[in-house]
């Protein structure tokens, strides 16, 4: 497979309340951007990477994929005011590709066997995810009471990366432009399209940095060899 990996790294990382962006925080000896895309370089059906940042940000990336000498050709583009437009011009820049795997610049830790289990799914289904079953029992909340209890049987919590062919990733996102919808995900705008989006189970540790606790359980996992 020809595969091209979008990292997303556009993020202005606010929950994080520190002076540097998530991305660009070290973990380990390394910026939390470098170990995602590191990661998904050594997949042989990456035959491309092409990280969104924000366009202040450029000159950094480029410095950071320089000095770890990554070795997958990697191009840079700036991303947009939200993380779908973000998806999207890395989509554009990517024109042609016939396998495009979206991951985020803040999941460090993602496996590379689980990339490769993924790609093995995409390459019959057109549309996959890992995704985690959810453990807890979940609530419903409305003004701060629970209303319901939610199956958790039927629950999964959505990581990166998202694998889709080319065409359909590029028709979901053209889709949800043109009607002004937006989400979270790249697979809810598949879905939307009424494309079936196949689940692979995922690690938890395929964690997102979000807060500074992310960053000290990352810390911990990756020194345990993960």
């Not at 939610?150 to 999964?156: F, S």
Request: glycine share 6%.
């Amino acid at each position: 497979m020809n595969i091209t990996a979008i990292i997303v790294a556009a993020g202005r990382g606010r929950r994080m309340a520190a002076a540097v962006k998530k991305q660009f925080l070290l973990l380990g000896n390394k910026p939390v951007l470098i170990h995602a895309v590191e990661r998904l370089s050594r997949i042989p059906a990456v035959r491309r990477i092409i990280v969104v940042a924000a366009d202040e940000d450029i000159p950094l990336t480029r410095k950071l994929l320089d000095e770890h000498r990554i070795t997958t050709p990697t191009a840079i583009t700036a991303g947009g005011r939200e993380r779908q437009d973000s998806v999207y011009r890395g989509i554009l820049a990517a024109e042609g590709s016939p396998w495009i795997l979206v991951h985020d610049g803040a999941r460090p830790l993602v496996q590379p066997s689980d990339v490769q289990r993924l790609i093995d799914e995409v390459r019959s289904t057109r549309a996959a995810i890992l995704a985690t079953p959810v453990r807890d029992t979940v609530k419903w909340v409305e003004d701060g009471r629970a209303e319901k209890t939610l199956p958790r049987e039927k629950l999964w919590l959505s990581q990166t990366p998202q694998a889709f062919s080319g065409d359909l990733l590029r028709a979901a996102h053209e889709r949800a432009r043109a009607d002004h919808w937006s989400a979270t995900d790249d697979a809810s705008l598949v879905e939307r399209l009424g494309i079936p989006v196949h689940i692979v189970p995922g690690s938890p540790f395929n964690l997102k940095i979000t807060t500074p606790e992310d960053l000290t359980l990352a810390e911990a996992l990756l020194d345990r060899g993960l």
